[in-house]
């Protein structure tokens, strides 16, 4: 198991843990809270998969991730009033997860000879898509949709391993690079405030 196999775990556990944790907050049942976190951790891959024709989608060839997300939810509803207090931490497991699945589709891209264009914009779909289905279904406006810079981060993290893998760069180099860049942007967006503007339509 290498280096990135190692993050791609994390970031799998890390986006389980936090949908089963929106979907214990809906007061769901143990099904629907598995769901939940199912399809946060994985949607953004499968709908990867789905649109550029690679079926079976990946999960169904490693199905050791599917333990992993179920591990993830037990944790989270035996330690759901405790969880909570590590919010701090799950945040930043939840940007990794984000860079990782972010280099994780672009990858993908450049392996089927896509333009680097548009395996920037699958490694955004891998990387945030599972949150905006997990929204959804939690009736919540997806985060990618509010004034977050969540998915601006994916969109930096992707242009940046682009450059990095035209360049040659060693891969571990990539690896870490493109993950620092989106935490950094992550944090300092969440510790300055810092957002997109929002717009609406004044009553008279």
């Known amino acids: 198991m290498g280096f990135f196999d190692v993050l791609d775990i994390l970031g799998t556990i ?4 936090s949908g089963a944790l929106m979907a214990i907050k809906r007061e769901m049942d143990v099904f629907g809270i598995f769901i939940v976190a199912f399809v946060t951790a994985l949607g953004g891959g499968i709908l990867r998969d789905v649109f550029i024709g690679n079926t079976p989608v990946w999960w169904m060839g490693h199905f050791y991730v599917v333990h992993f997300v179920s591990i993830s939810v037990f944790l989270a509803i035996v330690f759901r009033n ?5 919010v701090k931490s799950l945040f930043i ?11 994780s589709g672009v990858q993908i ?5 896509l333009d680097p264009a548009v395996s920037v914009v699958l ?13 959804i279904l939690c009736n919540e406006i997806p985060i990618i949709f509010r004034k977050e810079i969540y998915a601006l981060a994916s969109l930096a993290g992707g242009v940046c391993f682009i450059i990095l893998y035209s360049m040659n760069f060693d891969k571990n ?6 993950i620092l860049l989106v935490v950094v942007i992550r944090v300092l967006a969440v510790r300055f405030s ?11």
């Open 93 to 103: 497991f939840d940007t990794v997860g984000l860079a990782i699945f972010t280099i």
């Open 173 to 178: 180099i990539s690896y870490i690079s493109t």
């Open 123 to 135: 490694g955004i779909m891998t990387g945030c898509f599972g949150g905006v289905i997990r929204d």
């Open 14 to 17: 890390a986006f389980a843990i």
């Open 109 to 113: 891209g450049v392996a089927a000879d």
């Open 82 to 86: 405790k969880i909570y207090f590590l």
């Open 194 to 204: 810092i957002s997109l503007p929002t717009y609406s339509i004044k009553k008279k």
